[in-house]
């Protein structure tokens, strides 16, 4: 299995501010993804963070408001903009060693938005 | 599009006594089924997968789960649980395979355990 670790482990923000999480993973993954959790709810596929160039979004999720970044193999960014309290929720990364292969996911953010 | 569905939102058992979770998938051609759990204030842990082969495959903690093509099935089982079994738990489809494959969870089940 993968070792992955996220942090934040959790924050509290005040609405219209951003919040940036990093995901720190082992060399056995090449393909890492974002998911939100919301309160009570399953997971939920954010976006593919691509190495050296742009991810790729899932429907209902933009840019603008989850840019992510993907500078090397091992690391990733999701940020949260201009967040309100729907954004509360629990936000994961997972990685794996190709595409279609078993996700290994990190330990989580919990984020509150005030 | 493929779907999962945990029809048990919530499931109390008693300790000792044997579990099952069901999870039905919809997925047109031969799908990846996984199997995760989440314990309070964690991340999801891989607790078995299937990919092709035998269709009763075994997991850590004790557990497995079987695929049933027919039935579009792929239910997760232990003989004997514990009380650190309580968590919640999530039945994921993957599909549509090369650049579009994704991974589906279903909404979770949430496992009581009873003294």
């Known amino acids: 299995s993968a070792v992955i670790s996220q942090k934040p482990s959790r924050d509290i923000c005040q609405r219209g501010t951003s919040l940036t999480i990093q995901c720190q993973v082992d060399?056995?993954?090449?393909?890492m993804f974002w998911y939100r959790q919301q309160p009570g709810q399953s997971l939920t596929l954010i976006a593919t963070?691509?190495?050296?160039?742009?991810?790729?979004?899932e429907s209902g999720f933009v840019i603008d408001k989850f840019p992510i970044s993907r500078p090397n193999l091992t690391f990733s960014t999701l940020t949260v903009s201009n967040m309100s309290p729907e954004d509360s929720s629990i936000y994961l990364c997972?990685?794996?060693?190709?595409?279609?292969?078993?996700?290994?996911f990190g330990p989580g953010t919990r984020l509150l938005v005030l | 599009a493929q779907s999962v569905t945990q029809p048990d939102i919530h499931i109390t058992v008693s300790e000792g006594a044997s579990l099952e979770l069901r999870c039905n998938y919809s997925?047109?051609?031969?799908?990846?089924l996984f199997w995760y759990v989440q314990s309070p204030g964690q991340g999801l842990q891989l607790l078995l997968k299937?990919?092709?082969?035998?269709?009763l495959v075994q997991g850590i903690k004790g557990f497995e789960a079987e695929f049933k093509r027919s039935q579009s099935s792929f239910n997760l089982r232990k003989p004997s649980v514990h009380w650190s079994d309580a968590a919640e738990y999530f039945c994921?489809?993957?599909?549509?395979?090369?650049?579009?494959?994704?991974?589906?969870f279903g909404k979770g089940t949430l496992l009581t355990v009873n003294p």
């Open positions: 994921a489809v993957g599909g549509s395979g090369g650049s579009n494959y994704k991974l589906t």
């Open positions: 997972s990685g794996s060693r190709r595409r279609q292969e078993t996700q290994y």
């Open positions: 997925y047109g051609a031969t799908p990846y």
């Open positions: 299937y990919f092709s082969g035998d269709t």
């Open positions: 963070a691509n190495q050296g160039s742009e991810a790729t979004y």
């Open positions: 060399s056995q993954v090449t393909m």
